[in-house]
Every structure is written in C-alpha cells, then in structure tokens.
C-alpha cells in the first residue's frame, strides 16, 4: 500500500479547493488537510462548485482520493461551553454541510475545553451536541482529535474520547483523529506506539481511528503543553515519528503534517516558510535531514 502522506494547506476564497490540491501537489504529497475559512473567526465564502470539479479533475490526474482528504473544523468551536453550545452546534452543522458541498467525509474537530465547568458535565454537553450535529443525511464523519490535556481541554485520555463514542447515537459518523504530540505530551509513551495502539484498540477501537497528525512536540511526555516542532527537532524524534508513519497497522490510514512554518533567519520570529515539502521529501527517503531549516530557507528565498 503507498504512503499516504501531506500537510495542511490553504484553501482560499478565490482557488478554493484546486488551491489545495495545487499546494500539495508542490509538497509531493497525495494527501491534505484545511480549513473552509479562517479557524478563528466565521467568516465564510460561497464555494464555487466549477472551481471544486476542477479540484477533482486534477486529484484524479494525480491518484489522488478524495475519501483521504480531511477537513478541520475552526478553533472557535466549543461545545463543552453552555454559554457557546448554541453558536457551536450551529457552526459546526454550517461545516458538515460545507464538507458535503465539497464530498469531503473527514471533519476533524477539538472536543473542546471546561473552562469553570465541571468536567463530567462538559463532556455531557459534547455528547449532547454531537448527537444533535450528526442527526443528518449527509456522509461526513466527526474525527475528534486526541488533546495534550493543556489548561481544561478535554480529550486528553483515550478513556474520555471512548465516553463521547460510546453515547453517540450515529457510531457510523464518529471517529478520531490520533495527533503524536498531542499524545506524547498528554502522556502516552511513542517509543513504545504499538503498546499505544493496542491500548487505543482495548480502549476505543482501531476502526474509530480515520487520520493522524504527524507532528514532533517542542516539550517532554506528559507536559501538557501543546507545541509542535519540525519532524525530528522535538523530543519525539525522527526515528519515532518513521517508525509511526510506516506502521503497518496504520497505513491505511491518511497522515497529516501541521509542523511549524520556518523563519526567515535567526534573528526573526516571523515564520513565513512552509516545511512540508521538505519534511515530505525527508520522511520518504526514511533518512534525517540535520540541514532541514537551512535548505528550507534557501529554497523559499
């Protein structure tokens, strides 16, 4: 089976979803992730349908499958919160309903954060607004992604992701989405991942599994700090992150980068240099690039 490897990319308002592909093709990926609009804000453009068939159209000059691609609903989503459940419901239906526009069927979500509610309780209104939002006809499956547990995020422990499932009526629209830092610094161990997925199958279920983000982490194991590092520059390690990618319990399944952006040089915080094509290139050839950052910054400028 190929390696189903890619990126997040951008989807703009005037090259919307051939934009993606465009992007990843440059990254030599057959894979990609985005967002249907900024994740930080509502703001929403009209889909053009004759640019999406274009999208199509060059996805299937490429071999790439569209049931691989994956959506990422916005940040601003969050159904643990009373006072933001209704504006939550809502805007996550609006991105069901612009994946199906787009027959996309992987929508990968943040199960939210407490905040000042009881725990128990924030899960209960997860599973409440779920149940509401997958009460559709549409073939769009929820991917909950696997937190770090930083300040009140639920979703940090295999255990609460099996609470949510495990009272949702429509199991057929719900799966996960596995994210290595986000596990590492909640706590599971990837130097031992076949350990990991064997606790997710005893716990969860591999078949809930749909997609993994492939990211190194800047902090140790159980920090639960949430910050992503370049593939091989973090405390996960290269050797780690190949041994996870090639996995062959899990290749079916597609894989994800979301590493940061690299700066222009040293001196600057400003990241402005997408990695993916190198770290693509890296993670195919199974060989570490130690000049990574530098070869990034050649080639953009």
């Known amino acids: 089976m190929k390696l189903l490897i890619g990126s997040h990319v951008s989807y703009k308002t005037d090259t919307g979803l051939l934009g993606c592909v465009k992007e990843t093709l440059d990254y030599n990926a057959n894979t990609f992730m985005f967002y249907t609009g900024a994740p930080q804000n509502t703001k929403r453009s009209k889909i053009n349908d004759e640019i999406t068939y274009k999208a199509y159209e060059l996805m299937k000059e490429n071999n790439i499958d569209l049931e691989n691609i994956i959506v990422h609903a916005p940040y601003i989503i969050n159904l643990c919160n009373d006072n933001n459940f209704d504006f939550s419901v809502s805007f996550l239906k609006q991105e069901i309903e612009r994946c199906n526009q787009l027959n996309i069927t992987k929508l990968v979500l943040h199960p939210g954060s407490s905040v000042g509610l009881e725990r ?3 899960i209960d209104n997860i599973i409440k607004g779920l149940n509401i939002v997958l009460d559709n006809n549409y073939n769009v499956t929820i991917c909950l992604e696997t937190m770090a547990g930083k300040g009140t995020e639920v979703g940090k ?21 596995l994210d290595t830092c986000h596990i590492n610094d909640a706590g599971y161990d990837l130097n031992e991942f076949d350990k990991v997925l064997d606790d997710f199958d005893k716990i969860i279920g591999l078949n809930y599994l749909k997609c993994i983000h492939i990211n190194d982490s800047k902090n ?27 996995n062959k319990r899990i290749e079916h399944l597609p894989k994800i980068l979301e590493t940061p952006y690299i700066t222009k040089n040293d001196t600057t915080k400003e990241k402005i240099y997408p990695p993916y094509k190198f770290e693509i290139a890296m993670i195919k050839n199974k060989e570490f690039n130690p000049n990574l950052i530098n070869d990034i910054r050649n080639y953009y400028s």
């Open 220 to 246: 140790p194991i159980a920090s639960h700090k949430d910050r992503h590092e370049n593939i091989g520059f973090g405390t996960i390690g290269y050797d780690n992150l190949i041994k996870i990618i090639y």
């Open 157 to 177: 422990t295999f255990e609460e992701i099996k609470t949510i499932i495990d009272n949702i009526k429509n199991k057929n629209k719900i799966g996960v989405c």
């Open 120 to 122: 128990n309780y924030a």
